[in-house]
C-alpha cells in the first residue's frame, strides 16, 4: 500500500467531543481519531479517565503511568472540565456549538441529569450536532438503567453460552470483546449519521448496547436454534456447518486445518493423506457425513500429522492449496511478517512513558491512510490551546484551573 | 426510540455493488443495506453464493433452502453476471459507472486476472468509485495470497491464543468473529472513504484483513506482553486487570458478578455478603491483592450464593446497584424483553421460505432506522430491474441469460 505520509486524512474536518471512559467509547473514538478526526477527550478534572489507573504500567521516576490509557487515546487532545459546574457546562455547551460529535458512555439519564440532554439542550443548540452513546445495554428497553460491563455483554449476548470445549462451560473471549464490538458499532453508527447530515443537515441520535453488539455478532445463532429446536452446543474448535475445520494435534502442537468445501476436501485425502479411497469412504462422501463422522476424521488426519511437526505440516499443506495455519500467541503475532507489513503495531515517543508500542488501525485505507501522530494526552494537557480557541485567555484559564472546573 | 417507519435512510443515495460470498463481506453490506444502501448483489448464474448451500435449511415442497443465506442477506438486490465473459465485464463496467462503492472478498489478485482491477481499470473509469477488498490476510504484504477462512483469522490473530479454560487449550470463539470484525471493519471503511470523497471528489481503496481486525479486537494483549515479558494465559472467564470479575456458582447454575471498583467491592462485601471485615482484609485490600487471592474470595462468594438460584442472587446485587447477569444461551435471548425491545430479532416474510426470523441491526439510529425492507432475493430475481436500468431490454435480458452472460 502505498506511503502517503503528509497525506489528507479521512475525517481530519470532523471535531469529537469524546466524554467516554474505559474501554468502548474510547476504542470507538481511536478509530475515528486514527482516520483523522480531531478528538478531544474530556476528562474529570484530577483523577481523569479510570484506565489512567488500570494495568499494564511503566514504573517511572515520579511514580508509574499506564500504557493501557497510552494505547487506547493516542491522537487524541485532552482536556478536563467538570460538568456537575455551572461554568463546566456553559464551556461544554460552548464546545459543542462547534461540535460535529458528541459521544459518551455514561448509564443513560447522566447527561440529561447534569442539563446536558441531547433532545432538550444540546440538538437545539446546534441541530447538526450528531450525539452517540455506548452503555452496557442501551439507552431505552427495560434494562436500561442496569449497569453493563463488557463481561456481561459476552454473558447476557450469547457468546459465552457458544465458546467454550465440548463439554466444558461457558467461556469469555479472551479480550474485552463486547467492549470492541460496542466501539465498532458506535463507529459505524457515527458515520452513518455523518453522511446522513449531508442529506437532511441535521445531526440525530447513535445508539449502542454492548448486549446487542455481541448477539450481532453471533451471526446464525439464532436460526439456526430456531429450525432446529435445538440450542447450539459448545464444541471447541470445531464449527457446526464444515468439516474437517479444527485444530489437529502435530508432532510439536497443534495445526489449524479449513477444508471449507467438497474440493478441498478432496485434494487432502489426495495429495496430502495419500488416501484417494476416503473420499468414496461412506462416512465421508458428503459434508453432513464429515460432520457426523468427525472423530473418525480427526484420528485419520492426526495419524498423518503426528510425523510432522506444525511449521512441515503448514508448508505441505498451503504448498497443496489447502487453507491451514498456526495458533499464533502475541509473542509471535508481534514478530509476524505480514503484522509487520500491515503496521498492525507501531512504536512511538510518548513525552513520559518514552518509547512505547501502540496497536495499529485495522482500517487500511489508500490514500487517506490512517495515522498515529500524536501521544495520549497528560490530564488536562490542551487546556490553553481548546479553551483558547473559545476566547479564553491565559489568566481566565487558570483562574478555572483555581476553581477545579477544568 | 421513536418509530419513523417511513422516513429517510441514513445511506439511501449510496449505490453499493457487491461481489462478496459467504459471511465477511455479506455481513458488511448487510450492515450497509440495512443502513439504506441500495446493495446490488452479484452472483454466478447458475450457482450464486456458496451459502445458498449452507445450513440451517427449510424443507420445501420442491427441495431445501437456506436461512443461513436468507438472514445475512435480506435488504439486498440480486443479480446474476458471469465477469468470466466478456459481455458480462462490459455490462459490469457499465454498473461500475453509476455506483459508490465495489465490494469483493476474492483472493487478492483474482479482479486484476478478470481485467478489473481497481487502479488499472475501475478507477479510470469511475474516479468517485470506492473499492473495498476484504480478505483473510489482505491485498499486501507476504501472506496475501494465503487462503483465509474465519478459523484461521482467529488462530493467527491472537484470540483463540487468549480464550480457553485456564489450563486448557487455546478456544474458538464460538461463532464466525473474524469475519464478523472483518464485516465491522469494512464498513468503517467504506463510511469513512465516502466522507473523505466529499472532500476530495475521489474514491479511493480499502483493504481489510481478517487477521488484523482480530489482532485490533485483543486490544491490550500486546502491550502486557511487551512490558511484562509474560504470554498472556487463558484464563476462563477471569479478567486480568479487575476482580472479583467472574462467573459463580448459584444453587442452579451461573451467575456473573462484575464487581469493577473498589467501591463496588465493598459495597458487595458489606450489603450482600455481611462481611465488612473482608474490606480491610489484608488479601482483598486492593485490586492486585483480589487478583492474588480471587480463589479466596471465589470461594467467599460461592459459599454465600449457594444457599441462591441465579435469578434470586441477580435481583439482590441489582438492588443493591451491584453489577450482576445471567449466562444467557439463545433461546432465553430470544424470549428476552430487552431483546424485544431492542427489536434485536425481526420477523419478515420471505417469498418460498415463507416466515421467518432474521438478525436485527445493533446501530440504532434515531432518525434514520435501520430497516428490515426486503427479504434476500432468489437468484437473478433482480436482473430485470438493474439491467434494465442500463438500457437492456427483455429480449436482450433473455439472450444474456441464453448465453449464460447473466
Redesign the interface.
Known amino acids: ?1 502505498k506511503k502517503d505520509e503528509n497525506g ?4 481530519e ?2 471535531v469529537i467531543l469524546d466524554l467516554t471512559r474505559v ?1 468502548a467509547g474510547p ?1 470507538c473514538t481511536m ?1 475515528l481519531a486514527d ?1 483523522g478526526a480531531r478528538v478531544i477527550k474530556i476528562e474529570i478534572p484530577g483523577t481523569g479517565d ?1 484506565t489512567r489507573q ?5 514504573q517511572l521516576k515520579n511514580g508509574r503511568e499506564s ?2 490509557f497510552a ?2 487515546n493516542r491522537n487524541k487532545r485532552g482536556v478536563t472540565l467538570n460538568l456537575k459546574t455551572e461554568k463546566g457546562r456553559e464551556i461544554f455547551k460552548k464546545l459543542a456549538l462547534r461540535a460535529d460529535v458528541v459521544i459518551e458512555n455514561y448509564r443513560p439519564g447522566v447527561m440529561e441529569k447534569l442539563g446536558l440532554g441531547y433532545e432538550e439542550v444540546l440538538q437545539k443548540l446546534n441541530p447538526r450536532l450528531i450525539y452517540a452513546a455506548i452503555s452496557g ?7 436500561k438503567n ?7 455483554a459476552q ?11 465440548a463439554g ?10 463486547g ?3 460496542g466501539g ?2 458506535g ?3 457515527i ?6 447530515r ?3 443537515g ?1 445531526g ?6 454492548l ?3 455481541v ?14 429446536g435445538v ?2 452446543p ?4 470445531r ?3 464444515v468439516s474437517p ?3 489437529f494435534c502435530c508432532r510439536d502442537g ?1 495445526l ?1 486445518i ?1 477444508a ?2 467438497q474440493k478441498l476436501f478432496e485434494k487432502l485425502c489426495r495429495d496430502i493423506l495419500k488416501r484417494p479411497e476416503l473420499i468414496a469412504d461412506a462416512r465421508f462422501t458428503d459434508m453432513p457425513g464429515r460432520l457426523k463422522n468427525q472423530d473418525d476424521l480427526q484420528k485419520i488426519i492426526e495419524d498423518f500429522l503426528k510425523d510432522y511437526t506444525v511449521a512441515e505440516a503448514e508448508k505441505l499443506l ?1 504448498e497443496n ?11 509471535q ?2 514478530e ?4 509487520k ?2 503496521e ?2 507501531q512504536e512511538m515517543d510518548h513525552p513520559t512513558l518514552g518509547r ?13 491512510r490512517p495515522r498515529i501522530r500524536r501521544a495520549a494526552p497528560a490530564l488536562g494537557q490542551d487546556n490553553e490551546e481548546v479553551f483558547g480557541a473559545l476566547g479564553y485567555g491565559r489568566e481566565a484559564i487558570l483562574a478555572l484551573a483555581g476553581e477545579k472546573i477544568i
Chains 1, 2 share one sequence.
Do not use: W
Open positions: 500500500m489528507q486524512m479521512a475525517l474536518d470532523l474501554l476504542f478509530m482516520l479510570d488500570y494495568p499494564p504500567f511503566r500504557l493501557y494505547n487506547i445495554f442501551g439507552s431505552y428497553g427495560p434494562y442496569r449497569p453493563g460491563y463488557d463481561i456481561l454473558a447476557m449476548g450469547g457468546m459465552m453460552a457458544i465458546t467454550g470445549p466444558g462451560g461457558p467461556t469469555r473471549a479472551g479480550s474485552a470483546l467492549d470492541i464490538l465498532l458499532h463507529a459505524i453508527g458515520l452513518a449519521a455523518i453522511h446522513a449531508t442529506r437532511t441535521k440525530q441520535r447513535v445508539d449502542i448496547s448486549m446487542d453488539c448477539i450481532a455478532a453471533t451471526e446464525n445463532t439464532a436460526i439456526k436454534y430456531l429450525e432446529s440450542i447450539p459448545r464444541m471447541g474448535n464449527y457446526a456447518s475445520y479444527d485444530a497443534m489449524i479449513a471449507g468445501n498451503l492449496g489447502i487453507p491451514a495455519g498456526p495458533i499464533l500467541d502475541i509473542s503475532i508481534l509476524n511478517e505480514q503484522v507489513a500491515r498492525m503495531f512505547m508500542t501502540v496497536n495499529g488501525c485495522a482500517v487500511k485505507l489508500a490514500d487517506t
